[in-house]
C-alpha cells in the first residue's frame, strides 16, 4: 500500500487489512494454515534473511512496475520512488551490492524519462 493511502487509513488500518486478508486466504488448509502464517509473519518482521531478500525483491519488482508505468506516460508515482533512496534491507554484503546496483540501474532508467 503506498504511503498516501497509509497516511490516509492508519498503518495500523494496513496490518489489520493484510492479516485479515491472508486468514481468508489460508483458512482453509487445514494444518499448513499456521505454517503460512508463520511465513508471513517472518516476512513481516523481516527476522530471517530469506524474508529480508524477499522484501528486496518485492521493492525490486514494484520500482518495476512504476517504471513500466511511467514510461506509458503515468505521473504522479514519486512516493513509490523514495524506498530506492531509503532502503536498507540488511542484507549480507554481496546481496545488498547487487539489490544497490539494481535498485540504482532503476533510478537511472527512470531519470532519462523525466
Known amino acids: 500500500m503506498p504511503k498516501t493511502a497509509t497516511g490516509y487509513f492508519g498503518a495500523e488500518a494496513r496490518k489489520r487489512a493484510e492479516t485479515a486478508a491472508l486468514a481468508d486466504i489460508v483458512g482453509t488448509l487445514g494444518t ?24 528486496a525483491a518485492d521493492i525490486i519488482d514494484l520500482l518495476i512496475q512504476a517504471y513500466a508505468l511511467e514510461r506509458a506516460g503515468a505521473k504522479g508515482l514519486d512516493e513509490f520512488w523514495q524506498v530506492a533512496h531509503e532502503a536498507d534491507f540488511q542484507l549480507p554484503s554481496i546481496a545488498h551490492e547487487v539489490v544497490r546496483e539494481i535498485l540504482q540501474s532503476l533510478l537511472e532508467a527512470r531519470s532519462i524519462i523525466e
Not at 37 to 44: E, F, N, S, V
Request: proline share 0%; glycine share 4%.
Open 32 to 55: 499448513a494454515e499456521s505454517q503460512y502464517k508463520g511465513l508471513y509473519q517472518d516476512l513481516r518482521t523481516t527476522h530471517s534473511l530469506e524474508a529480508r531478500l524477499v522484501k
